[in-house]
């Protein structure tokens, strides 16, 4: 019986694309939580004579600081104490109201006039599973947003983004992008 390398499975080592370790210390964090501590260990007790409390307490405080900032995925482990954002928030479905009072349409003209017109949504309430309600609140309320623009020519694109500010009118993004050259700039009306 001949073999058929086209259909047999192929073993795998499960260690392949695994992050090296030791033990559970990631070992290209090993290096940099050694000196921590020995930093620790010479400003603790060195200098300042605070005794081997405040050395474990600094020590653990700038480990647990450094695993975090510059640890493989700690949202991983970090995430098991709080909910991931966006769990409570729904879309509002908001209508677009124009920042330039002139072009609103007539029923909005006439609610508002001229004035600055800041829609705020009121929150969606869900039967859950358990019985209860959840609340959900439309993310528009929270997000500054006024418009999104993108008009393209032959050469050149132009992108801007209007943004609702408490003490301005209104905020424009500009970014202009040539063949061979790209612009950035704000400006503020």
């Known amino acids: 019986m001949e073999r058929d390398f086209n259909r047999e499975f192929i073993k795998v080592n499960r260690i392949l694309g695994k992050q090296a370790s030791i033990g559970p ?25 605070l005794g081997l409390g405040w050395f474990f307490g600094t020590s653990f405080w700038l480990i ?8 493989n995925q700690p949202h991983q482990f970090l995430d ?10 729904c879309n509002g479905n908001n209508i677009y109201v124009s920042p330039i009072p002139e072009q609103r349409p007539a029923w909005i003209r006439k609610r508002y006039g001229d004035a600055k017109v800041n829609i705020r949504l009121k929150p969606v309430q869900v039967p859950n ?20 623009a993108e008009i ?15 003490s301005l009118s ?19 009306r």
Request: aromatic share 16%.
């Open 64 to 71: 647990v600081s450094w695993w975090i900032l510059t640890g």
């Open 129 to 148: 599973q358990y019985g209860g309600k959840s609340t959900f609140m439309p993310f528009q309320n929270e997000v500054n947003v006024c418009c999104i």
């Open 80 to 89: 098991r104490w709080r909910n991931p954002p966006g769990t409570e928030w």
């Open 25 to 49: 210390i990631p070992a290209d964090q090993l290096g940099p939580w050694v000196a921590i501590v020995v930093l620790c260990y010479v400003i603790t007790n060195g200098f300042f004579s």
């Open 152 to 166: 393209k020519k032959t050469i050149a694109k132009l992108q801007h983004c209007c943004w609702r500010k408490e």
């Open 170 to 188: 209104i905020s424009l993004c500009l970014d202009f992008a040539l063949p061979d050259y790209t612009m950035f700039y704000t400006t503020v």
